[in-house]
């Protein structure tokens, strides 16, 4: 059994205090690059951090309905060995600050310096590194969200995959980012199944008019 505690050297969270064990609560978990900021190729420096159109709107909204929101990110560039985690956590700084300022931190995050084709190796890698569930479970376990009434938002339908793995409500695939790749939403569209639900929306701004702060996100039979 992995722990969600005791996370290994490759993974960082700045996760400050541990919610386990309260009230669940329903939440979002959210890739960073391409769907909170805007896609840059291995991300490193913290002058090049900027929101996606809607990001802080998006984050306001749901947080106001007392969802739970956070990040978990891939950070394969660690890996590749393009930058370290002081490169990372200047950048992780910087968002928060942006965040901050417009009144929607988020509770947590989580990324994960793994890769299996590079860098150090580690026999749990493909738990922590998306489409595994690590760093999804570490979030609903510490933030205490309900699996059942979670989402994951993503660009890449390896985000999906790892809400679908961990046992989320479902997720929504942006075209922002990586999104509009070739085969990125027909791969996360075809995550769906009668457990796991996956919509579509080309940004955090057009996510507005799925989520129902008291039923949460609706499709569009939903809303008809």
Known sequence: MISLDALPAGVYSDLSA??????????????????????AHYLSNPDDVCLEQGSAAFLRRVQQAGWGCG???NQAGIARGYFDWAAYRAVAARLNEILTTEGCPVDATIACGYHAKYGEQHP????WRKPGPGMALYLLHHLALDPAHSWLIGDKASDLGSAKAA???????????H????????AALALADERFTVLAADSLLDCMALFDPEHGFLSAGDME
């Open 18 to 39: 541990s919610r386990a064990g309260t009230p669940v609560r329903p939440g979002i978990v959210f890739d960073r690059d391409g769907v909170l900021i805007v896609e």
């Open 167 to 177: 046992g989320m409500r479902g997720g929504i695939h942006l075209l922002t980012g």
């Open 179 to 186: 999104g509009r790749d070739a085969g990125e939403r027909e």
């Open 71 to 73: 990040v978990a990110t």
């Open 124 to 127: 749990d890698g493909d738990f």
